[in-house]
């Protein structure tokens, strides 16, 4: 199986722009759709971006996904930073043989 | 209200077994495939097991392949997690997810989890 390889943390000041990124270790990024949750302590995953850039019902537009084939990573990028925002994020994708999550990166928002 | 309630966790000897059950509400439960996902307090998630919504498909992590079987009863809206020969590194908490009517959707309603202990 494929890893999903993301930065243990990133860190921003409210109001800016981070983008977390997601790198498949083989295989082809573009090949199966990413999916991004964020996860608030003391709670459960929520699904923030689904099929690479896709926002479910609720989710701000200042949440963002995209796909780079040339690194063959994902990115999620979130603009006017809340300290809301401060949560762990996990990408995640798939085979035909098993569901891959990312490490995760914990944004801080200073 | 979409929701999802684990239930079963508990402390257990290494070896031993336990079954976990999650019960579903607020959606039309067997149109869509479900899942299993763990995670050690303070760490990363680690999907552990997907049944689609027929049960014809159903995929584990090498992990737990062979120890763990996933079910579901469409009737009574309820996934399960049967979980054999325990042992110290499955110790975690447990989320069942909701996913699509395709097995490769996003995970998108995640229950409370329940915790399981393995520990002599």
């Known amino acids: 199986n494929f890893m999903l390889i993301q930065p243990h943390s990133v860190s921003e000041s409210p109001g800016k722009t981070v983008t977390i990124s997601c790198t498949r270790s083989?295989?082809?990024?573009?090949?199966?759709?990413v999916h991004w949750y964020q996860q608030r302590p003391g709670s459960s995953p929520k699904n923030v971006i689904y099929?690479?850039?896709?926002?479910p019902s609720g989710v701000p537009d200042r949440f963002s996904g995209s796909i780079d084939s040339s690194s063959n990573s994902a990115s999620l990028t979130i603009s006017g930073l809340k300290p809301d925002d401060e949560a762990d994020y996990f990408c995640?994708?798939?085979?035909?043989?098993?569901?891959?999550f990312g490490g995760g990166t914990k944004l801080t928002v200073l | 209200e979409v929701q999802l309630v684990e239930s079963g966790g508990g402390l257990v000897q290494p070896g031993r077994s336990l079954r976990l059950s999650c019960a579903a509400s607020?959606?039309?439960?067997?149109?869509?495939?479900m899942h299993w996902v763990r995670q050690v307090p303070g760490k990363g998630l680690e999907w552990v097991s997907s049944?689609?919504?027929?049960?014809?498909?159903?995929l584990y992590a090498d992990s737990v392949r062979g120890r763990f079987t996933v079910s579901r009863d469409n009737a009574k809206n309820s996934l399960y997690l049967q979980m054999n020969s325990l042992r110290v590194d499955d110790m975690a908490l447990y989320y069942c997810?909701?996913?699509?009517?395709?097995?490769?959707?996003?995970?998108?309603?995640w229950g409370q989890g329940t915790i399981v202990t393995v520990s002599s």
């Open positions: 607020g959606f039309t439960f067997d149109d869509y495939a």
């Open positions: 083989s295989g082809r990024i573009a090949s199966n759709y």
């Open positions: 995640q994708s798939y085979d035909a043989s098993a569901r891959v």
């Open positions: 997810a909701k996913g699509g009517a395709s097995q490769y959707d996003a995970f998108d309603v």
């Open positions: 099929e690479d850039n896709k926002r």
């Open positions: 049944i689609s919504w027929n049960s014809a498909t159903i």
